[in-house]
């Protein structure tokens, strides 16, 4: 997502220079269509790994009640012994 931010300032930067230079003439018609087709992947991006992370913590929830479990029955196997 960082690569993306920077390609989203990198041509912000060159769509402000045009318009200061060139009067817009470079970017005026695919400037638009950069900005959002880059907006559209960072947000995509974002989208997924919130998902990831979202898959990831409910792992990490069931790998603990299964270790509470095993703890919780090994605990009872001793005890009727």
Avoid: C
Wanted: aromatic content about 12%; charged content about 20%; proline content about 0%.
């Amino acid at each position: 997502m960082l690569l993306w931010s920077g390609i989203l300032f990198i041509l912000g930067i060159a769509a402000f220079l045009d318009a200061m230079f060139n009067y817009g003439e470079i970017f005026r018609k695919i400037n638009s269509v950069l900005f959002l087709l880059i907006s559209l992947a960072i947000l995509v991006r974002t989208t997924t790994k919130m998902k990831g992370a979202k898959i990831e913590k409910y792992q990490q929830q069931v790998e603990d009640l299964e270790q509470k479990v095993n703890n919780l029955s090994n605990r009872k196997e001793r005890s009727l012994y």
